[in-house]
C-alpha cells in the first residue's frame, strides 16, 4: 500500500503513525514523498488514511512491485544522462565488451559517436565464465574508459561486480548491474543508495517478476533512476548464446513505468545475428540498444565473435533511425 505524502510534512507525524501502525503489524518505510506500507495492510482503512492532514494520495497495489509497477506511475520514468533521455528517445548504447587499451577504447568512442550513438560502454570488471581468460583492466579500464567518454562527448556505463568497488567508478556515468549478478541483492542495496542511474541486466534465468523485483531492490532504497535491458535468456537452443525473449519488451513496459532496453550482442552470440536482432527488439518497442562494437572485431579479446566493426554499427544505426518513424 502507498501513502503518498506533503512534502513539507513534520517528521514527528510520521513517526507518530509509523509508531501506531507497527502495532497494528503494518511496516513503513519512506521513500521521497511516499511512505511504502507492507505487512498485514489489509486491515488498514483507506479512507482514513486518506483523511490524515498531510495525506496526499493513498493507493493499494496488488503488484509485488509497488514501486516498479505502472499501477502507481502511469507516466514513463525519463533518465537523462548526457543528451541521451531514456524513456522518452530512443538511446543507442555501443563499444567494445571490455576496454583494452588507450587506442582501442578511443577508436571505439569516435566511432560510436560518428555512428550516432549517445552512450560508450565497455566492460572494466568483467563477470567470465572462464577464471583463465582475460578478466578486464580494472581501475585502469574504468580510467580509459571515461577519458575516451569525455573526449568523444559520450557519457559512459560499464559493469559493477562489487559494492567495494564504487570508490572506482567516480566520473563513470551510468552503473550497469549485468545478468550474473541481477539476483545480488547487496550489491543491489548498495547501489540503491547512490544517487547514480543504475543499468540492470536481466539474470539468465530470471522471470519477469523476479527481474522486476531486483529492479523493486534498487528503487525501495530510494535510487529512482533505473534502466531495464532484457539481454536474452538460457532456453535449449544452442545455435544462439541466450534466446532473445522479444516478447519481454510489451509485457515490461506494461508493467513498469521505467525505461525499457535491449542488449541483443548477449543474446546473439554472434555478430550477423545482432542487426535482425535489434531490428526486431526495436519494432517491438524497445527503447534503446547496447551493442558491441569493437574497432577490430577479430582481436577483441573477449566475446569477438559478436563484435560489430564500426561500419556494420554505423549502418546498424541507419537501419534504426529509418525503422523508427515507421512504427506507432
Ligand atoms: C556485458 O554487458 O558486458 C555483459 C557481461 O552482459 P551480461 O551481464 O548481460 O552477460
Ligand atoms: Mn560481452
Redesign the pocket.
Known amino acids: 500500500m502507498l501513502l503518498r505524502i506533503q512534502a513539507d510534512t513534520d517528521p514527528a507525524l510520521l513517526t507518530a503513525l509509523a509508531a501506531h501502525l507497527a502495532e497494528k503489524h503494518v511496516r513503513t518505510e519512506r521513500i521521497g514523498d511516499v511512505l511504502l506500507l507492507s505487512g498485514d495492510t489489509w486491515a488498514l482503512d483507506a479512507a482514513l488514511l486518506q483523511a490524515l492532514p498531510f495525506a496526499a494520495d493513498v493507493q493499494r497495489t496488488e503488484s509485488p512491485c509497488p514501486l516498479a509497477s505502472r499501477e502507481q506511475h502511469g507516466e514513463n520514468t525519463v533518465i537523462s544522462v548526457g543528451n541521451a533521455a531514456f524513456g522518452r528517445d530512443f538511446v543507442l548504447i555501443a563499444g567494445?565488451?571490455?576496454v583494452e587499451s588507450e587506442e582501442q577504447i578511443r577508436a571505439a568512442a569516435r566511432a560510436v559517436k560518428q555512428a550516432g550513438g549517445q552512450v560508450l560502454r565497455g566492460?572494466a570488471f568483467?563477470p567470465r565464465t572462464s577464471p583463465y581468460v582475460f578478466q578486464g583492466l580494472g581501475a585502469e579500464g574504468i580510467r580509459l574508459l571515461v577519458r575516451a567518454g569525455h573526449e568523444a562527448g559520450l557519457p559512459v556505463v560499464t559493469e559493477i561486480t562489487d559494492p567495494s568497488q564504487l570508490p572506482l567508478f567516480d566520473g563513470v556515468d551510468i552503473l550497469q548491474v549485468g545478468a550474473r549478478n541481477m539476483q545480488n541483492y547487496e550489491l543491489l542495496r548498495c547501489l540503491g543508495k547512490t544517487d547514480r542511474p543504475i543499468l540492470l541486466k536481466r539474470g539468465l534465468s530470471a522471470t519477469l517478476t523476479e527481474f522486476l523485483l531486483s529492479a523493486e531492490y534498487l528503487l525501495k532504497e530510494g535510487n529512482s533512476r533505473v534502466i531495464l535491458c532484457e539481454r536474452g535468456i538460457r532456453t535449449f537452443e544452442t545455435e544462439t548464446r541466450a534466446t532473445l525473449d522479444v516478447a519481454a519488451i510489451p509485457l515490461l513496459k506494461k508493467a513498469t513505468h521505467l525505461p525499457v532496453i535491449v542488449d541483443p550482442?548477449?543474446a546473439a552470440g554472434q555478430a550477423f545475428l545482432v542487426p535482425p536482432l535489434a531490428l526486431a527488439a526495436a519494432a517491438a518497442g524497445a527503447g534503446g540498444l547496447m551493442v558491441?562494437m569493437h574497432p577490430q572485431p577479430r582481436s577483441a579479446r573477449?566475446?569477438a565473435r559478436?563484435a560489430l566493426s564500426a561500419e556494420d554499427l554505423a549502418l546498424l544505426s541507419r537501419q534504426i533511425r529509418a525503422l523508427l518513424p515507421a512504427l506507432p
Open positions: 567494445p565488451c571490455a566492460g568483467k550482442s548477449h558491441e573477449s566475446d559478436q
